[in-house]
């Protein structure tokens, strides 16, 4: 959501006039809303809303859910026997996801929209990749411009491994996914390394996610007081955090600190966080954008943990650049080689550890501490973070537009 709404924020600035069609909010079904971001919407934009059968409702009912499922079931720990039952319907009766039921209502208000505004160019947006078929058949109905954004994978992601789905459901999901490939006239895919799964390398384009410098300008960057490390977004029940919990319970007798969650932690990890660190250790749940953002321009070492799946050497979480903004440090937990390593090593922004890898990161972190204390941070490469600002990407994205 964060990328196209910087998107369409900067797109006008180029000679481009964006149009937004999505789900009216009496209709929308999401675990988390955050109405301050309404102020990234120019007045002048225009937004076109419809109504979609959504099925969260009923899931909310079947599992005692208070919400639709987060990212990755992070509101899940353990799933009980409904919440597998519901998880096996999901993925594989309701493909490519539970938001297909927008199909329809997006499809036809599509047509009006380009058919009044002779629009010359579309781009769909997933997950959720139910979007991408309605793109598919305005494509095929008129022909226009098709550009496809794959913000995460499609039949690759990583969460689809607990949808316990059928041989026939992933054959059926690929295809689908095939089809959307096949017909659409570029391809944006936000890590570079992706492109080589794809086939078709003239049609694929790397377009990374990014920050904001305006949600940046105004912040008060004064740090804590009190040495402070942060993780900002999901943290799902299979994410490996037993290594850094005990790299921080090693570090607990020797240097005071701070560790804060900002964002949906599973019981069952926030449980032993808990355990091994005390009141060392706080969970915030969510928090609006802005809020978060200010937690970590006044942290002292930012934490990003890379899903251990197959693939996850591709995944570049989109927190990565606001984190880059900030110009603190940041600790990685993942692949050695992966593309998160690789932008952080460049950026001269920290550093990445193998997911058991205790001692490596109590290390990392004592250093980062008296780096600080000693009044010595590291500087990072401003030069290179600077690519990945929100309008310099709309710019790209503004050329391809156009070609």
Known sequence: MQRWLKFVKYLADFGIQPIVLTVDPNYAEYPVLDPSLETDVSPDLLVYRTRCKGVYDLYKKVTGSKTAPYSGFANESEPGFMQKISRFVRGNFFLPDARRGWIKYAFAKACKIIEEHEINAVITTGPPHSTHLTGLKIKKKYGIKWIVDFRDPWTTIFYNDALF???????????????????????LLVSVDREKIYADVNKTTFLPNGYDDLDFANQDLKLSEIFTVCYTGTIAASYPTEALAAAFEALHDIIAYKLIFVGKVADTIKNDINNKLKSAAKFLGYMPHKETVNYMSSSHLLLLIIPQTESNKFIIPGKLFEYLATGRQVLVIGPLDSAVAQIVAQSNAGATFDYNDTEGMKNYILQTYHNYTGNCPPVTNREYIEQFSRKRLTRRLSEIIMQ
């Open 165 to 187: 789905q059928t041989r026939m459901a992933i054959y059926a999901n690929q295809r689908m996914e095939q089809s959307v490939i096949d017909a659409c006239d570029r391809l």
